[in-house]
T-cell receptor, first 106, second 115 residues
């Protein structure tokens, strides 16, 4: 069965501090993973996908097949990063984790 | 481009009433998804269509829920009869192509409250 786990419901960090949002998955095949983000009063939108190996808004995520993880990282958090973050796994359909609310405080 | 359009944005109804949520996908997208978001369960896929055909409705909670896509530019999600536990935000999303790998574009959601 494919599953996405985001262990933290809420993560609070200070501005300028590093941030890591955790995501673990279970999938029997070769996974395709994404991070979606929902800023306050905005639509849920794609942040990045692992296959692109890109950095978006300073965020990166590396697929670790050994640990079955796809953690989202940013070295220096900004207040505008405060949002709801969802990790998602592509299978027959897109399976989302329950989300982590990131709060960056000044 | 207005993106995915959902209506209504807010719906308050009483238990037992029929509720119909509407979605207009982005023109040219041939996959459409209905999700439900709650605090307890997060974002759950209810059903998705490809080329107007339902592909996977295993997420539909029970027979009270039904979804249709009569054409490429319109879909409905109906709850009859509604119950308080159906209160949630319902999102519609669309994408180009059949693969779940393709980026999904979300609507603003419909916040449903069943009293």
């Amino acid at each position: 069965a494919q599953r996405v786990t985001q262990p933290e419901k809420l993560l609070s960090v200070f501005k300028g501090a590093p941030v890591e949002l955790k995501c673990n998955y279970s999938y029997s095949g070769s996974p395709e993973l994404f991070w979606y983000v929902q800023y306050s009063r905005q639509r849920l939108q794609l942040l990045l996908r692992h296959i692109s190996r890109e950095s978006i808004k300073g965020f990166t995520a590396d697929l670790n097949k050994g640990e079955t993880s796809f953690h989202l990282k940013k070295p220096f958090a900004q207040e505008e990063d405060s949002a709801m973050y969802y990790c998602a796994l592509s299978g027959r359909a897109l399976n989302f984790g329950k989300g982590t609310s990131l709060l960056v405080t000044p | 481009d207005a993106g995915v359009i959902q209506s209504p944005r807010h719906e308050v109804t009483e238990m037992g009433q029929e509720v119909t949520l509407r979605c207009k996908p982005i023109s040219g997208h041939n996959s459409l998804f209905w999700y439900r978001q709650t605090m307890m369960r997060g974002l759950e896929l209810l059903i998705y269509f490809n080329n107007n055909v339902p592909i996977d409705d295993s997420g539909m909670p029970e027979d009270r829920f039904s979804a249709k896509m009569p054409n490429a530019s319109f879909s409905t999600l109906k709850i009859q009869p509604s119950e308080p536990r159906d209160s949630a935000v319902y999102f519609c999303a669309s994408s180009r192509g059949a693969s779940s790998y393709n980026e999904q574009f979300f609507g603003p959601g419909t916040r449903l409250t069943v009293l």
